[in-house]
């Protein structure tokens, strides 16, 4: 078999990469593992109101399901941190649906999908790329976009060893008939239950919410069990759906010979919060550009312009969060109860909600660093971290 372009996976940045390829008039082929796309979901569906508007896409009903104000931070001994916005700051998505969104318009723009289709290797000649395998067929192509998801097990096999790190376990489910509110997102910080992450309530409207939480450890399933049996007093808990989640920041290398890594086999997540749609999906139109200029044969005959392109745009973003991620990770339980203790008794909520109110879900290095530049909740930090390492986090930032 032949096609101009193949991709691998059929996930966002698969998705989103094929339809601008195909756009511009090429043979575009997507391969897709599983018999449906959009299955299984592992993942919060928390998409940033701007995050659409990124991305071009508008909400539909085939897959939005709530809209969202704000949050509520615990500290692994209940204290609480509201922000709450006057604004709508995140849509939640059913996921599953989302992904066949997208499928539908590439599709529409002229892609070939293909579900049920392994690739078991990508094939290589001494050019570079030419194709890939899958369990009946080869395949080959002028271009190949890489979109297999965490861990680049195809990278693997072809001897590339990507460097991806953070790489944690997920689980989320479903729950009906539990009490929340509705407009407000839940985030549990505890290193015994979620350690290197945080447990997550998103309401999916009506007394509907989906539950998950990502960990360093692998007994995340059981954890997520006692959470949802001690927050909502659920014992019979429904199938939970598990899959990796990516926290480490980019790999060293997206850009080769024929072929380009999107999304998060190419760790264009973001750290903070392990979402990838946006950011994912605004470096897939740059690869899919690239790609579409390499097959045509203009000045981009090479395909490393989206190496460097998508790294200039959201390369200093990503390793912004990367840090702040790494430093939640050092805190602890204990040093972050006491951080939280000392916001509410300082009532500096409102301070918070007013710089995350104007900062930007997506792009958070402006916010991240407004944070720890902020002299009141720098005194307030002084006082529960130290001075002493209060400097070293801040030289992280290269603030002060």
């Avoid at 090429?26 to 592992?42: L, M, Q, W």
């Avoid at 949050?71 to 992904?99: M, Q, V, W």
């Avoid at 301070?351 to 009141?376: H, K, N």
Wanted: with cysteine; hydrophobic share 40%.
């Amino acid at each position: 078999m032949k096609t101009e372009a193949a991709v691998i996976g059929a996930g966002p940045a698969g998705l989103i990469a094929a339809e601008v390829i195909s756009s511009k008039g090429y043979d575009t082929t997507v391969f897709e593992e599983h018999r449906h796309v959009g299955a299984p979901v592992h993942c919060a569906g928390i998409i940033s109101v701007e995050g659409f508007d990124r991305l071009g896409v508008p909400l539909d009903d085939r897959f939005y399901m709530n809209t969202i104000l704000g949050g509520r931070l615990y500290s692994a001994d209940g204290t609480c941190l509201e922000i709450r916005d006057r604004k709508p700051r995140a849509h939640i998505i059913d996921r599953g649906g989302f992904d066949r969104y997208l499928a539908d318009v590439a599709v529409d723009s002229g892609v070939d999908l293909r579900t049920s289709t392994r690739v078991k290797d990508i094939v290589f000649s001494k050019k570079g790329v030419v194709g890939i395998k899958t369990g009946d067929y080869a395949v080959r192509s002028e271009a190949l976009i890489n979109a297999e998801g965490p861990g680049g097990r195809l990278m693997t096999r072809a001897g590339y060893i990507t460097g991806q790190e953070g790489i944690l376990n997920g689980f989320n489910v479903d729950l009906s008939g539990v009490d929340l509110e509705p407009d407000m997102v839940e985030v549990w910080f505890n290193d015994e239950a979620s350690k290197g992450f945080f447990t997550w309530v998103a309401p999916l409207g009506g007394d509907r919410a989906r539950v998950g939480l990502a960990s360093q450890g692998d007994d995340g399933y059981l954890a997520l069990r006692k959470f949802i049996e001690k927050r909502f007093n659920v014992a019979d808990v429904p199938p939970i759906s598990a899959g990796r989640v990516c926290t480490g920041g980019p790999v060293r290398r997206t850009a080769y010979p024929g072929m380009l890594l999107v999304g998060d086999v190419a760790g264009q997540v973001k750290p903070t919060t392990a979402g990838g749609v946006v950011i994912g999906g605004l470096c897939s139109i740059l690869a899919g550009e690239s790609a579409s200029q390499f097959m045509e044969g203009g000045k981009q005959t090479s395909l490393g312009w989206y190496e460097g392109e998508w790294r200039r745009l959201y390369g200093r973003e990503l390793s912004t969060m990367l840090t702040l991620r790494r430093l939640l990770n050092g805190i602890g339980d204990e040093r972050m109860s006491r951080m939280f203790n000392a916001f509410n008794e300082e009532g500096m909520g409102p301070r918070i909600a007013s710089l995350i109110e104007d900062g930007d879900m997506d792009m958070q290095a402006g916010i991240i660093r407004r944070a720890f530049m902020d002299p009141v909740l720098l005194g307030v930090m002084a006082k529960v971290v130290g001075r002493v390492l209060l400097s070293e986090v801040l030289s992280f930032f290269q603030i002060g």
